[in-house]
């Protein structure tokens, strides 16, 4: 079975800090993506990855970024978090190819909040 | 403007069908077509994924017209725990002839004993 891990499933975080959210999978997968999630707004990504060192952005990568030094590890990282960044952040990890790149295996989610 | 469409709500009750709707009228010529189900406090899950015609597996099935411009999402004889929300996700050409994933808002099924 595939396993999508994240390092936290709650987070209380205050306004300006610097946040990171690990995200770790262990099927040799070579796409890595970020999302949030939000009521009514669905999924919508923010970065995502296709090897080592690789990002591409996604449709809200304003405020973020990311890191992929190995393989089985991708990062989010708020560098100075507001309230507006406030929901439910979630990672998936895919195999490489075009069909494959939409069967996506997704972490339990982190729910951050900033207060 | 890509994008997809699918109903916000659906209600049924167990042993029914539920059939869910999809609409994708820019979906890109070679991609495909995926569904995920995802429960409350959890991220979504992969049901099934196809390109055209029918596409069956243990838990669902999935109808793709000839013209693939939606695709409709079948659950035979649903029971309690089939209470879910569920997305469709598609692949789509932007502006710049980039690929770009597009998922569904989701459709909130709840089945009624």
């Known amino acids: 079975d595939v396993k999508v891990t994240q390092s936290s499933r709650y987070l209380v975080k205050r306004t300006g800090e610097k946040v990171f959210l690990e995200c770790v999978q262990d099927?040799?997968?070579?796409?890595m993506f970020w999302y949030r999630q939000d009521p009514g707004l669905g999924l919508r990504l923010i970065y995502f990855?296709?090897?080592?060192?690789?990002?591409e952005k996604g449709d809200i990568p304003e405020g973020y970024s990311v890191s992929r030094e190995k393989k089985e590890r991708f990062s989010l990282i708020l560098e100075s978090a507001s309230t507006n960044q406030t929901s439910m952040y979630l990672c998936?990890?895919?195999?490489?190819?075009?069909?494959?790149?939409?069967?996506?295996?997704f972490g339990p989610g982190t729910r951050l909040t900033v207060t | 403007l890509a994008k997809t469409t699918q109903p916000i709500s659906m209600d049924s009750y167990e042993g029914q069908e539920v059939n869910i709707t999809c609409s994708h009228n820019?979906?890109?010529?070679?991609?495909?077509i995926t569904w995920y189900q995802q429960f409350p406090s959890q991220g979504p899950r992969f049901i099934i994924q196809?390109?055209?015609?029918?596409v069956t597996n243990e838990v669902a099935s999935l109808f793709i017209p000839a013209d693939r411009k939606s695709s409709t999402l079948s659950l035979p004889r649903v029971s309690l725990s089939d209470t879910a929300v569920y997305y469709c996700?598609?692949?789509?050409?932007?502006?710049?002839?980039?690929?770009?994933?597009?998922w569904g808002l989701g459709t909130s099924l709840a089945v009624n004993p």
């Open positions: 996700l598609v692949g789509v050409f932007n502006a710049g002839n980039n690929r770009k994933l597009i």
């Open positions: 820019n979906i890109a010529t070679n991609d495909y």
């Open positions: 990855s296709y090897d080592v060192k690789m990002k």
């Open positions: 998936a990890s895919s195999p490489h190819g075009t069909s494959a790149s939409y069967e996506q295996y």
């Open positions: 099927m040799d997968h070579e796409n």
């Open positions: 196809g390109y055209k015609t029918k």
